[in-house]
């Protein structure tokens, strides 16, 4: 992925991203991502909306683009700098989605969300460096030896060793970093965008 969006989250009634700082006892502490990285609290109350659970919604009832890559195909389209702002004309907001996700749904995916998609590109591009992914290096060519003078040593029947499978990575998850009590959700727009189905059929907030 291109930047990092785990700890990264956006909250209602609260301008701007924040990083997840840790829990606390009345709600979470956070630090916006801007240049003063000022920490407050965020109260239980208010819904927090991790980036990296957020998707956008496709013509395909059944697929959702993860908002990770999206931020992927923005950039390889425009680098870090954003075509658009939230200020821009439907028609450029619209067009500048349709860039990226040709068949993103039209009816489920709102005006409000693509500007919210570019306002967060825009900060997250500007505050966290980009990571391109790692390629595996090349393995290199055993070296050419001279059969004439090299030893051959008498064949061996070898007991086959007995591997172990590896472990299963674990997961990342958020859970117990996040209150949920006492929530009242106060996200504007499409009401669905500020939940996390089970699918994860989330669109951008």
């Known amino acids: 992925m291109p930047y990092e969006l785990q700890e990264l989250a956006a909250i209602s009634g609260m301008p701007g991203l924040y990083r997840l700082v840790r829990a606390a006892r009345h709600g979470v502490l956070v630090e916006s991502l801007d240049e003063k990285a000022t920490r407050t609290l965020a109260p239980a109350r208010n819904k927090v909306s991790l980036l990296s659970e957020i998707s956008i919604y496709t013509q395909d009832a059944d697929e959702t683009v993860p908002l990770t890559e999206v931020f992927e195909r923005i950039y390889q389209k425009h680098g870090a700098s954003s075509p658009v702002s939230p200020k821009s004309s439907e028609s450029e ?113």
């Open 93 to 205: 907001l619209t067009d500048f989605l349709a860039g990226v996700i040709p068949d993103y749904d039209r009816d489920r995916v709102y005006l409000s969300d693509i500007k919210k998609l570019a306002s967060w590109y825009g900060i997250v591009s500007k505050h966290r460096p980009y990571v391109a992914a790692e390629t595996a290096p090349a393995a290199e060519a055993p070296a050419e030896t001279d059969a004439s003078e090299t030893p051959v040593p008498k064949a061996k029947k070898a007991k086959a060793a007995k591997t172990d499978e590896p472990a299963a990575g674990e997961p990342l998850s958020t859970g117990g970093v996040i209150a949920a009590t006492d929530e009242e959700p106060t996200a504007e727009g499409n009401p669905e965008a500020a939940t996390t189905p089970k699918k994860s059929r989330k669109k951008a907030e």
